[in-house]
């Protein structure tokens, strides 16, 4: 099926007293998560892939070891990352839900751990990628970082929480500082209801 950009679950402007901005949302939704949209179809349109679901595409193109992915898998990987994030995040971060709470003190010692290693996560990821928080296959809850589109669903974790540290993703709010962006990230911006949601999915 061919993919279609979702609508942000909020307004452009409602993030803005949270950190990010109503211009980044027009950027990054509107132009960058569209041309992942849009040269997805493009390069999708006529292959195997024609009839497949995003996830489908995401692993059956993704290489291990691959230095540069395909088009189609980067297109294909990109649409799902920004899917995912934009539900990530809201205007009204409140606390993290009691069940996920607990699982994250189980697994990374406490809450203020847990963001640490998640922001080393992301501002260590040499160049463009994501940070992430994944149920990995044998349950536990982990923090890894990935290179450009590669995410979650390329070693079979469910993926909890994610963070785009592509430089479209912070340049305009906070210019050169990656650190600064995730640590607003984790404090204002994430939607703990929605990965307290995908935990109780995983
Ligand atoms: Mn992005």
């Not at 809450?111 to 044998?138: H, I, N, P, R, Y």
């Not at 995410?151 to 990656?178: A, M």
């Not at 990230?185 to 949601?197: Q, S, Y």
């Amino acid at each position: 099926m061919a993919f279609t950009l979702p609508d942000l679950p909020y307004s452009h402007d409602a993030l803005a007293d949270a950190g990010m901005s109503k211009e980044t949302l027009e950027y990054h939704h509107d132009i960058h998560h569209k041309a992942y949209v849009d040269n997805g179809n493009k390069l999708i349109d006529g292959t195997e892939w024609a009839g497949k679901s995003v996830e489908e595409i995401v692993k059956g193109t993704f290489q291990k070891g691959a230095v540069a992915q395909s088009g189609i898998f980067n297109n294909a990987s990109q649409h799902w990352n920004h899917s995912q994030f934009w539900e990530m995040m809201g205007p009204k971060s409140g606390a993290m839900p009691g069940e996920l709470e607990s699982r994250i003190k189980d697994a990374f010692g406490s809450v203020d751990e847990f963001k640490k290693k998640f922001s080393e996560a992301g501002a260590g990821q040499f160049g463009s990628g994501w940070a992430w928080l994944v149920v990995d296959t044998d349950g536990s809850l982990k923090v890894t970082k990935t290179e450009n589109g590669v995410n979650p669903l390329c070693y079979d974790q469910t993926t909890l929480l994610g963070c785009d540290v592509w430089e479209h993703s912070y340049y305009i709010d906070f210019r050169n500082k990656r650190p600064a962006y995730l640590e607003n990230f984790l404090n204002k911006l994430v939607n703990w209801e929605n990965v307290a949601e995908r935990l109780s999915n995983a």
